[in-house]
């Protein structure tokens, strides 16, 4: 008589499917095309690692570029303030007969400076990759001091508003208007620069965050 024909489980183990057939008769896709399992755990082809990795350093490039360009704002336009208030002395009065002016001047070097700096950090992990202090220092140092300096900004521009509102309803306006003009334009400036360093004080905050939580000053 005949031989019986195979279980149904033993041939289910036999059979090909179509896909498989057409890419070599085996019974698993080629290694890029699945994910591994060993030891109970799925892991990531060595294709899908590289995919992601290089996925993750044009978006840190990205990310970085961005802090670059606030960092070169704020830069400018500090340092456009701190020109104006301080060529603002042609005749009389002066900038720096008045304390108000004289911390507009102070503040917008001070923030041209530091944002100098940052400017020359920002390149360097843009280059090279890694930061230019070891990271727990970098990322601090960096979100400290652009609240700090935000906030010498922003009281600077109001206590600046405040004197030229007062000038404005006595003779230095009207005997010298050139000096109150550039006086409001140091101070504008400065407000502009002021904005720029608070997106810079955004993301330095969140990379405190990312790095806070995942130890790493990005979340990718």
Known sequence: PPPP??????AATTMRS???LREGGGDTPPP??????RGGNITASPHDVRF???LSVHKLKRFNSLILLFRVATFVFSLSSFVFMLTNS?????WFDFDAFRFVLAANGIVAVYSLVEMVASVWEITTGATLFPEVYQVWFDFGHDQVFAYLLLSAGSAGTA????LRGTDTCTAASSFCVQSDISIA?????????????LMSGFRVACFLINGSRFHL
């Not at 400036?189 to 004080?201: D, K, N, Q, V, Y």
């Open 90 to 94: 042609r005749a009389s009065p002066h």
């Open 163 to 166: 004197l030229v509102k007062s």
């Open 52 to 54: 992601q990795s290089t």
């Open 32 to 37: 890029q095309h699945y994910q591994h399992r």
């Open 18 to 20: 179509p896909q498989s």
């Open 5 to 10: 024909p195979p279980p149904p489980a033993a």
């Open 189 to 201: 400036l400065g407000f502009a620069g002021f904005i720029f360093l608070s997106f810079s004080s």
